[in-house]
């Protein structure tokens, strides 16, 4: 397990998500989080290094902190804006971890910008990726299994690589996941090349597909990862969760 050496051999430095660069967005487990007495939350301060800050100034929509996370509630539509917009070009690649637990299945939105632009878990098989650089592009990824069934903690990371290929890769606690059915419209099957732009946590836009259950950690690349540290990130976040 990475992160476990000799802590007094000379130079040893325990790998964290920043030992991975262009860490676009860390909204780490227990740190940063900003609370009132009845355990609102109000801020989830980003910690890798560009204060990208999760923030909601309105107590009716702020999540419980809850296991060193946030606790979505669907029917409060709990959700956060980030400080700032990051933007994924036509072509880019990038990468998202993210461990969290659902309540109920349905939307539950991950990340977002608007309608058109957004990261979620689509129902227990689905995960759904929509692009919206000049062509909206939905990208479904369904699973034979019920692989994110409701009341069941997990860590999800899916990578996309830059270029021509455009293709995804998928893990579910560390090992890699074949869709059953990879879908795209517009594009062959699987790819989506194109760009999008995220800000919001937790809802499309503000206004809908609110997400049900705890986020526990999520991070965010602007680009894609190399296999190493695909297997360092997930070896990191499998030993702090637990998974």
């Not at 019920?146 to 090992?175: C, H, P, Q, W, Y």
């Not at 699987?190 to 809802?203: K, Q, T």
Request: with cysteine; charged share 20%; net charge negative.
């Amino acid at each position: 397990m990475l992160g476990l050496g000799n802590s007094i051999t000379s130079g040893y430095t325990p790998f964290t998500l920043t030992s991975v660069s262009d860490l676009a967005l860390w909204l780490q487990n227990g740190v940063g989080i900003t609370s009132d007495e009845s355990s609102r939350v109000s801020k989830w301060a980003d910690s890798s290094g560009n204060d990208n800050d999760a923030t909601q100034s309105s107590t009716g929509d702020m999540a419980l902190l809850s296991g060193g996370g946030l606790d979505f509630e669907e029917s409060d539509s709990d959700h956060y804006d980030l400080a700032s917009t990051i933007t994924i070009a036509e072509n880019q690649g990038f990468c998202i971890a993210v461990v969290f637990n659902q309540e109920s299945l349905g939307d539950n939105m991950i990340l977002s910008k608007d309608s058109n632009d957004h990261i979620k878990i689509a129902d227990a098989h689905t995960f759904r990726i929509i692009t919206n650089d000049d062509t909206q592009v939905t990208t479904n990824f369904k699973f034979e299994g019920n692989e994110f069934a409701a009341s069941s903690k997990m860590l999800i990371l899916v990578n996309r690589s830059a270029g021509a290929s455009n293709r995804f890769t998928f893990f579910k606690d560390g090992t890699e996941l074949t869709p059953n059915t990879d879908t795209s419209s517009g594009e062959a099957e699987g790819e989506n090349p194109y760009g999008f732009d995220i800000n919001v946590l937790g809802s499309r836009a503000g206004t809908s597909q609110f997400f049900d259950g705890k986020i526990l950690e999520l991070a965010f690349w602007d680009r894609s990862l190399t296999s190493t540290e695909i297997a360092d990130v997930n070896s990191y976040l499998q030993g702090i969760h637990g998974l």
